[in-house]
């Protein structure tokens, strides 16, 4: 048995987990968001907890094959050489694919929906306080916060040139 997310908007990538860890999370065709990013983390790191795979490079091996985009299946063709190195672990794949495929103002974007988020009439409080501690803690573990810093450094830096005829 399987569970589909599907994104939002037309195009953006879905994300297919298998339900008792039997297979590899697949990301689907389309454009990655960093939610689908982190719930294919999530799922990647629970399914190899559950088929007790420990090596990080097997973990690389496991998952070369789960991904339906073609753009993300020819980045992996393409640099084969490199990504079958012994040296070649999760954590390099990870972030190869999150600097490639993601949107490069992605961080800033997602940044600037948690600055202005609001409460949706449907939306209980617990929900929407989940929901914007979710879009923080992405940007926490991806970015460090580092977009925060450089937008807050960006906006007195801005305040202080107006400032100086």
Known sequence: ?????????PGLAALTTFIGGKDAPIPEKGNLTPSIFDEFKTAANSFFRKSKITDEHEKVLVLLNS???PHI???IKNNKTRVLAETYIL???LSDLHKRFLPPSWAMDL???TVLSKM???ETFEDFCTRVVWEAEILRVDCGFRTHVTYVQNLNNSSKQQADP
């Open 111 to 113: 940044y600037r929906q």
């Open 73 to 75: 299946d020819s980045y």
């Open 120 to 122: 949706l009439s449907n």
């Open 91 to 93: 954590e390099n794949l």
């Open 67 to 69: 991904f339906r985009d």
């Open 1 to 9: 048995m399987s569970s589909t997310t599907v994104p939002s908007l």
